[in-house]
């Protein structure tokens, strides 16, 4: 189980897709950053940075997939604000129905996203996982935020890494 420190439940009560995907988030390893923006979400790890946008219905692939492009775009000019190399972001959408014929971004299956996001060899270093915690944490990343607005004041911000017992 992920440690809550810095992937915390954040959901929507309007959709249960995003609560579905954030209870898969919750089981990532503490490594990871988990931020959101309304229903999407930005998640870093040492496999690699991710945009995430849950999506319900085939017919609304190709808007999804402008949104996230949008979101995509907007992280990394972000990032580099931050970093002196920005990792290469994979753009994704979350989907529980099959989608046919060909999609303008990559959709994977909502039980396939634990795997997609922790699998595959280290991409990104301690130290620019470290900067990019540290950029969502003070909320310099644009619209990223750790957990939602209500919950936030409840996060420990410690790096997991790093326990304290100053709280």
Known sequence: MGDPTDNPTVSSPDDPMPRRMDRVLS???????????ESARFIVGPSG??????????GG???AAARLDLLVQSTRSALCDHLSWVPFLDSLLVSEVDVKGR??????????????LVEGPAMIDPATLTCIRN??????????????????ARIDLCDPAQPTTTR
């Open 103 to 116: 999609a303008p971004v990559t959709i994977v299956a909502l039980d396939l996203l634990h795997d997609v």
């Open 135 to 152: 950029a969502v944490r003070a909320e310099r990343l644009d619209h990223w935020t750790v957990g939602t607005a209500a919950s936030a």
């Open 61 to 63: 692939v190709s808007g």
């Open 27 to 37: 089981t990532l390893p503490p490594i990871f950053v988990v931020a959101a923006s």
């Open 49 to 58: 940075a991710f945009v995430l946008l849950p999506t319900t219905t085939p």
